[in-house]
Every structure is written in C-alpha cells, then in structure tokens.
C-alpha cells in the first residue's frame, strides 16, 4: 500500500485514499466527503483499477494524495501536548464548556464540577486524538459562583512508548485571568476563553498514581464504588518545603525523588490556595543550592493565576521563602 491509493475498509462501507501511515499500524483514510479516518491497517483493502473509477472525482474538486502540499511525511512528529479546556460563547448570557484534546493521545477521563457540599459529574468516557467533548452549559451572570472543575485524564496508545504519568487539575475561573484567555480554541476552531491543562512538561509514569486513578476513573465512568463528597482543603498560609516536613523517610530519598517531593506538595498546595480564594500563600524552600526557589519561580512567572511572587519576610526566612500574591 502507498500514499494515494483507493481502499475499503473491511468491517465497513467506507471507500477513500490513503492519506498518511501514521505510527502504530495505523492508516489515516480521507473518504469521499473530506473527512480523515484513522484505521488499523489490516482493517483496510485495495480497490481495483477497474473498480476504483466510481470514486474518482470531478476535475475542480480537490485531488486527494497527489498535490506535494496535502501530504505530510510518514513519520509525522507524535503530539504529546495539547489537552484545553474552553469556553465558548453562545450569546451574551451564556457560554457551553468542552474539553478539548488536540495531541495525539487517546485520553480516558472524567469531568466533575466540585461544589462545597456535592460533586456533580460532567462527563466520562474516552477523548479520541484531535477531538472535542461538550461538558456543560453555563451562565455568565453566576460567573462567581461557577464550581471548581476537577479533572483527572490517562494517557493511552498502542505500541511500545513510555506513558507520561496522569493528569489531575483542578481549574477555578477568576474574571482577571478568565478574559485575558481569549482566543482561538484548537479543535473547535471558534474563539473562545481556553486554558491549556497540560501546559507544564509531561512527567515519567508513576505506577502508584496510575493504579489509583485508574481505579477512580473505572468507578466514574461504570457507575460503581461509592460516591464520595469532594472539597479541596484549604492550605496553610506557609507551605514549609522541607524534605523533612514532607516524608518521614526523607533520609532514603535520592535527590530527584526529594525535589519531586518538594514540587508535588508545591503544586497541590498552590492549586488549592487558587481554587480556596486565598489571596497570597509563602513556600518555605530554603537556601541551598537554589534549585528548588528557581525551579518555584519559573513555574509561578507562567501561573495565570499568581498575580506577582517575591522573597519573603527576609528578617525572618533570610532568602529561603517566597510569597504568592494570588489573582
């Protein structure tokens, strides 16, 4: 088989061109109607010579697999970023929320807004690559009011490859931040308010966080387990970093595993002093070397939500604390 040739898929009535082998022994197909289809390669056959004239186009429609410019190279780059959420406009009322996947990952996952007393499911399911899923409706007048949305996705494919470790974010919308998002939403191809959900660097796979969310995620979307009521707590007003604060094993821990540690407890405690409404919070992370304050500076210099950060109470913590001025 090549790029341009007319095939059929097996299991169905689907006739078009080869468009792109794709990793994975995966086929891309553009049918009759302009739509791409990804499909398993042993799930397509050539079509005769003879038989393929029936789908031969007229002259000013677009020539499918023989125009330089439409064809892209059989080892296309995998997209291993690109998971948004966006808010779309619907008038001047109200807008409809979708969760938006334009990398090149399968992603089962679940939607769930959090309210103070109760949890209300948006969506489950499986979040094919370049694709989008409708979530919600909501009103602009009760922006303030708007629950937090929590997510929590997997990362799949087939082949060998290594998984990146799965994404938890919880996202609280403030007017600040919220407008200043505007722009074109991938996918959908509207404007639109977007956040990025996986805009930092995908990590390595974590065995234990897979298991569990795997585990959640099976309960979300077959309706078992039991429900529980979500909050997020609130933080303390100073986050101490200290390895030693952190794990009673800390003298164990090789330095990855520590400044992994510091980062983990940073983030999660960032994030829930975001969705609380805490106006600032102060990390502890010491002198040092000076990894662990730079590595918290550029991750808090790309917050959208942190509306400025310095060193902190330096009579009391020298140059190991930095404040959060929080949105």
Same mark, same amino acid.
């Given at each position: ?6 095939v ?6 689907e ?14 197909i553009?049918?009759?109607? *302009? ?25 000013d429609?677009?020539k499918? *697999? ?10 296309? $780059?995998?997209?291993?970023?690109g ?9 001047d ?57 929590d ?12 998984? $990146?470790?799965?994404l ?11 407008y ?8 959908l ?14 990590? $390595?796979?974590v065995q234990?966080?897979?298991e ?11 309706? *078992? ?18 390895i ?29 002093a ?25 991750r ?17 913590? *020298? ?9």
């Amino acid at each position: 088989m090549n790029i341009g040739d007319k095939v059929r898929l097996v299991h169905g009535r689907e006739e078009g061109v080869i468009y792109a082998f794709l990793p994975g022994n995966i086929v891309e197909i553009e049918i009759e109607d *302009g739509f791409r289809i990804p499909v398993m390669r042993n799930e397509i056959v050539t079509i005769s010579p003879m038989e393929s004239q029936r789908l031969i186009k007229s002259p000013d429609a677009k020539k499918i *697999g023989s125009q330089s410019d439409v064809i892209i190279p059989r080892n296309a $780059p995998f997209a291993e970023k690109g998971i948004y959420l966006a808010f779309v406009a619907v008038n001047d009322r109200a807008v409809t929320m979708h969760i938006i996947n334009n990398s090149d990952w399968i992603l089962p996952f679940t939607a769930v807004a959090a309210h103070e007393q109760f949890n209300t499911g948006l969506a489950g399911g499986v979040l094919q690559p370049r694709t989008a899923q409708k979530l919600t409706e909501l009103i602009m007048k009760d922006f303030e009011a708007w629950p937090v949305f929590d997510f929590k996705i997997l990362y799949y494919r087939e082949g060998n490859h290594t998984l $990146p470790q799965a994404l938890t974010k919880r996202i609280k919308c403030r007017a600040q931040s919220f407008y200043k998002n505007k722009g074109k939403a991938p996918v959908l191809g509207k404007d639109a308010f977007v956040y990025q959900l996986d805009e930092e660097s995908l990590k $390595p796979e974590v065995q234990p966080v897979i298991e569990n969310l795997s585990q959640d995620l099976k309960n979300s979307m077959l309706g *078992g387990g039991k429900t529980e009521s979500f909050t997020i707590e609130k933080p303390d007003q100073v986050v101490d970093l200290h390895i030693e604060k952190l794990s009673k094993q800390a003298n164990q821990l090789s330095s990855d595993s520590i400044l992994k540690t510091q980062l983990s407890t940073f983030e999660s405690s960032l994030e829930a002093a975001i969705a609380n409404g805490m106006e600032e919070i102060t990390f502890i992370h010491g002198a040092g070397s000076g990894a662990l304050r730079t590595e918290l500076h550029r991750r808090l210099g790309k917050n959208q939500h942190v509306n400025y950060f310095k060193d902190a109470q330096k009579e009391k913590f *020298g140059y190991g604390a930095t404040l959060v001025k929080i949105k």
